[in-house]
């Protein structure tokens, strides 16, 4: 039997076989590095329509008291996000209605590709393909990003009075 990486390819065979006899094929999913676009995504001059299941449940929010961090976050928010998200989060920025999609209610939308701090600033780093949401690790430095996160986690837990950016 052959030998590669440590592994007699005839036992690994073996156990393979024996897992699907027991259960059925199995199927690996794998990850992309960059979050792709949910299923039912806009082409080229099309609205995007996200469906129910494509989006993930939001996980409870870690919302800082962070006065200076939320002040920093808005500043952020305000200068680079407000154009499409609107001022209030609300998605009514002065660009929603031209783009082909429409942008996130932070108010009231769950989070398309997750509600993690990593998910968020993933998101926010990389962009989201096929929509209008462009990347912003070229053009915001990391602490601008996370201050930003920080700002949208805010308004969405409602803006609660001890942090008040």
């Known amino acids: 039997m052959a030998k590669r990486g440590g592994w ?6 073996g156990v393979l076989g024996a897992v699907w006899a027991a259960t059925g094929p199995v199927r690996a999913e794998v990850q992309p590095a960059v979050p792709s ?6 082409t080229a001059g099309e609205k995007a329509v996200v469906k129910a299941a494509d989006v993930k449940p939001d996980a409870p929010l870690k919302v800082t008291t962070d006065a200076a961090l939320l002040a920093s976050g808005k500043k952020v928010f305000l ?5 499409c998200h609107g001022p209030k989060g609300d998605g009514k920025g002065e660009a929603a209605s031209e783009l082909k999609t ?10 398309q590709h997750g509600s993690s701090d990593e998910e968020l600033f993933r998101t926010i780093s990389e962009g ?4 209008d949401m462009q990347a912003w690790k070229d053009s915001l430095s990391e602490k601008a990003r996370r201050a930003a996160i920080e700002y949208v ?10 942090g008040k950016a």
């Open 8 to 13: 007699t390819l005839g036992v690994g065979a």
């Open 37 to 42: 676009a949910p299923a039912g995504t806009a």
């Open 79 to 83: 200068r680079n996000c407000s154009k």
């Open 102 to 111: 429409k942008p996130r209610n932070f108010l009231k939308d769950p989070f």
């Open 128 to 131: 989201i393909p096929k929509t």
């Open 153 to 162: 986690k805010w308004l969405k837990a409602g803006s609660p009075k001890m």
